[in-house]
């Protein structure tokens, strides 16, 4: 691709008014586009509308989101979005943005498609690799995807469109008022009509000053917003699907890597290294920052390699550490509340999340392949730029000779912000002198892997004649690892941020993700991390599925307190309308209220975040404490402008799995530096049998913007199954996942 | 190295390997068949469910030497060329995959089943252990269903 050559169209923004679009010709012989959207954003002013009308005190995340600080962040490039119409009559884009099967390439498909006029079958999406001129516009996190491109992809595709129609009227010699676009193609009012692709050439060098074009209105969608299928669903049923493992990179040999026996531990020697590199199919070892890399001819050889070294290690960074010096630690920094319970009634409580592994399905892996003057990098990764840039310093290497292939990845929820994986297999191809293809095992993925930071939680509401009067919610967490770019993310947009004084990032990430829903009065909410090194990272819904978890878990207590139903409650205690809808349709819906039989009960939870809110019901058999069984949820969600709804459901779906396995069974219990569980019989995320059969899913009507969706499942599912399980069985859980033996024997170290 | 004779899809292959290398790594970097996937290589989250004789097995502890002589079948011998089978079409019409990761075997561990028991009960459905991280168990009983209906 060649320079952009500029030429000028100018478009017309959507609902948010009149905006100036310039368009850019990618130099090609077919029609390929980038577009540029001059004016910023317009997100954090509509959020701060919404904001002044909530009552009560607008907390900073009211004001301004996650999302909306990621939005501003990413807008001066927002515009570098690629989109090619082929000969063929296809379209492809590329997305800067991670598929870790959140349907994200579907969702723009969709988009594009839609603009075009294209069969959605004609739309390709691939990943892009990393591109450092995105700057900060290229991180897959926040439920920020389709936030952040609905309204570029759009601009980009109806460009395209406008163009294309602009060709097919020069070529007929007709104005191209009097042109439409249907099934990829132009249609003149005579019936003639042109294919995109037999237009395609002539649109790429066509001079079209003045040309102008804006996305259809939101109400001539005929694709957008209904339930879709993935557009990668065959090759996932087939077999074909290629993950970062499945990939044939010449030369590239299976590698494993040996770990310490405790977090961060260090190499001090390979005590056989002779003995294991006889061992059969050994190719070669190395031993790296990490550990001691073992490369052989099939995967299984390279573990047997490497659970066969003898290697004397030095200490890691928490080797004394264990769940309970954890726990103290957290208590001790919490911190105070400011309102004493004196001459007002009030609820306290203090609750303990556990430390929770991102454990996708597929383990930490990459493909990387080091010489002398360059590198290239396979792996599934939501931070391509800044893993780009980390790894190029560690192999010694200019970033413009590192190339960084984005795959489509076994799932992520959280876990491929960082790019682990990808820095050592480049670490390990340099020491080998070879390309490497690096699989983690499920121990070490569990083990030396990242998980969500354990937590504690001190909340306080005091309440005087039926309203809630202060509401404190006091975090301590171990702190949590944002190095994948958000720092600068954050520090670029500082002097926007709805934050005042001086907050770490955490503190600036917790405030701009967490609030209160309801109108409580005077809500302070604050978190303290502790400094422990361990390997962590966000979770999905950061912080708040333990932060709004528990809250959800106290209003209930409140409720009770105050002589209220906790639906009652809540709606009486919402801010706005919207919300009080969401959690209606599922009191009505899931029949709240109804004659449950001895140990089983009903809860519920609501979580707004990104502009998107939701309510959560489920039903609960509890008859064994030990043994809860979510048998039935009834979820509603309101994203403002669901795209798909379909894929919106299955989010939901996982944020209620995910809810089910961290509040009643999953956990990583940490003992002298390192995590017991090693494997999915030990970490108890749940099964089939954990799963309820009655799942129904309501998603509101469209009517505004697209908020974010893809975590927002996840912590008013938490609330709800916590407050049916204390309903059931009258135990006022406090720690969670609430059944947390160790009921296994750990993997040895 | 003794030399194993197996079909894999109705292909035969011959591998020289150690007689105890577990057959998803001699599928895998070997054979580069690579639909069926490594999730903890221990028999615990049957990413690799992958069918021995029609019956589902997990390559990840399943000696080489086992197969000698034998029909092994993985994901993508299932569709008879273009032509799905119902499991995999009821998996479409419920679009059950998220990542898709562990879905190889998750459709393996349900022919198998359907296999077996033509209309499963939801505790046989129960009883399929293959971890889904993207939580999909909803419309993976569903298609299940589905599937059955079809069948
Ligand atoms: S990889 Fe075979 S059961 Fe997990
Ligand atoms: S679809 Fe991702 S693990 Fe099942």
């Known amino acids: 691709m060649g320079d952009p050559t500029a030429s000028s169209t100018e478009l017309t923004g959507g609902a948010v008014g009149r905006r100036r679009f310039l368009t850019f010709l990618v130099a090609a012989p077919t029609l390929t586009l980038a577009t540029t959207d001059l004016a910023p954003d317009s997100a954090a002013a509509a959020s701060v509308d919404v904001a002044a009308g909530l009552p009560g005190l607008p907390q900073p995340a009211d004001i301004m989101d996650l999302g909306d600080v990621l939005i501003l962040a990413g807008t001066p490039t927002a515009h570098l979005l690629v989109l090619e119409v082929t000969e063929d009559g296809e379209a492809h884009f590329e997305l800067p943005r991670a598929e870790v099967g959140q349907g994200i390439t579907t969702a723009v498909a969709m988009l594009v498609a839609e603009e075009l006029d294209l069969p959605l079958a004609k739309v390709r999406v691939r990943l892009a690799d990393a591109r450092p001129e995105l700057l900060m516009n290229q991180l897959t996190g926040g439920s920020n995807t389709i936030r952040s491109v609905y309204g570029p992809v759009r601009r980009a595709a109806a460009a395209a469109r406008a163009r294309l129609v602009a060709a097919a009227g020069a070529r007929w010699d007709l104005a191209p008022g009097l042109l439409a676009t249907r099934d990829g193609a132009v249609v003149a009012p005579d019936g ?23 996305p259809k209105p939101e109400s001539e969608h005929t694709l957008v917003g209904t339930p879709t299928s993935r557009v990668d669903a065959r090759a996932m049923v087939t077999g074909a699907m290629r993950y970062t493992l499945d990939l044939d990179v010449a030369g590239a040999m299976p590698t494993m890597v040996r770990r310490p026996p405790t977090i961060n531990g260090t190499v001090r020697s390979v005590d056989n290294e002779a003995e294991v590199r006889a061992m059969p199919g050994v190719i070669d070892l190395a031993v790296v920052p990490t550990g001691v890399a073992v490369m052989a001819e099939t995967f299984g050889q390279a573990q047997d390699a490497k659970d066969a070294l003898d290697v004397t290690w030095n200490g890691g960074t928490v080797d004394s550490l264990s769940d ?83 795959r489509q990845s076994g ?10 994986g990808a820095l050592e297999a480049a670490q390990i191809s340099k020491a080998m002198a070879r390309p490497v293809k690096l699989m983690w095992s499920r121990i070490d993925d569990m083990r030396h892997g990242r998980a969500r930071p354990a937590t504690h939680h001190k909340i306080r509401a005091t309440y005087a004649l039926g309203r809630v009067l202060t509401y404190e919610h006091r975090v301590a967490a171990v702190e949590t690892d944002l190095r994948h770019g958000l720092g600068e993310i954050l520090t670029a947009t500082a002097a926007g941020l709805p934050v005042a004084g001086n907050l770490s990032f955490a503190q600036t990430v917790f405030l701009t993700t967490v609030k209160v829903p ?24 950061v912080y708040s599925a333990n932060t709004r978890g528990a809250e959800e878990i106290l209003v209930d207590e409140l409720a009770k307190k105050m002589g209220r139903d906790p639906v009652a409650f809540r709606r009486a205690f919402l801010k706005t309308d919207r919300q009080r809808r969401v959690l209606d349709k599922v009191a009505a819906e899931g029949d709240w209220g109804r004659a449950m039989p001895a140990g089983f009960a009903q809860g519920v939870g609501f979580h707004d975040e990104y502009q998107s809110c939701t309510a959560c019901l489920v039903e609960i058999d509890a008859r064994d404490p030990g043994e809860p069984r979510v048998v039935r949820a009834v979820i509603a969600a309101d994203v403002g402008r669901p795209i798909n709804p379909r894929g919106l459901e299955a989010q939901l779906l996982g944020g209620l799995t995910d809810a089910i396995s961290t509040t009643l069974r999953a956990g990583l219990h940490i003992d002298r530096g390192l995590p017991l569980e090693g494997s999915y019989s030990q970490f108890h995320y749940a099964r089939q049998k954990d799963s309820p059969s009655d799942v129904r899913i309501f998603i509101m009507p469209a009517g505004g913007e697209p908020g974010g969706a893809g975590e927002l499942g996840v912590p008013a599912a938490v609330g709800a199954i916590a407050n049916a399980y204390a309903r059931a069985t009258g135990i006022r859980p406090r720690s969670f996942p609430i059944n947390f033996d160790v009921d296994f024997t750990p993997f040895p170290r | 190295m003794p030399a194993y004779t197996f079909a894999v899809n109705g292909r035969t292959v011959t591998v020289d390997a150690p007689a105890d290398m577990p057959l998803l790594w001699v599928l895998r970097d070997r054979l580069g068949v690579t639909g069926p996937k ?18 589902a097995i997990n390559p990840c502890v399943v000696a080489v030497s086992e197969v000698a002589g034998r029909e092994v079948t993985t994901i993508e011998g299932l569709a008879d060329g273009d032509a799905l089978h119902p499991v995999q079409e009821a998996w479409l019409e419920q679009d059950v995959a998220q990542c898709g990761y562990c879905q190889p075997g998750q459709i393996m561990a349900a022919v198998a089943l359907l296999r077996k028991t033509a209309n499963p009960t939801d505790a046989e459905i129960d009883a399929i252990q293959n971890v889904c991280r993207c939580g999909t168990y909803v419309r993976i009983r569903e298609a299940i269903k589905r599937a059955a209906a079809k069948m």
């Open chain 1, 192 to 214: 003639r009509t042109a294919s995109y692709g037999s237009l395609t050439s002539l649109a790429a060098t066509l001079p079209l000053p003045g040309l102008t074009a804006k």
């Open chain 2, 38 to 55: 490594y999730g903890c290589g221990i028999d615990v989250c049957k990413a690799c469910t992958s069918h021995l004789d029609g019956e």
């Open chain 1, 518 to 541: 309801y109108d409580f009065g005077v809500v302070t909410e604050l978190l303290n991390e502790v400094p422990l090194k361990m390997h962590t990272a966000s979770w999905r819904s």
């Open chain 1, 324 to 406: 309970a010096g954890i726990r103290k630690r957290l208590r001790a920094a919490a911190l105070p509340f400011a309102v004493p319970p004196l001459l007002t009634r009030y609820v306290d409580a203090e609750f303990d999340f556990a430390f929770v592994s991102h454990a996708p399905l597929e383990t930490n892996c990459a493909i990387a392949d080091v010489r002398e003057d360059r590198a290239e990098i396979w792996a599934g990764l939501k931070s391509p730029i800044v893993a780009r840039q980390t790894i190029a310093a560690a192999i010694g290497l200019p970033e413009g000779r590192v190339t960084v292939h984005v």
């Open chain 1, 411 to 420: 799932g992520s929820f959280g876990r491929r912000l960082f790019f682990d």
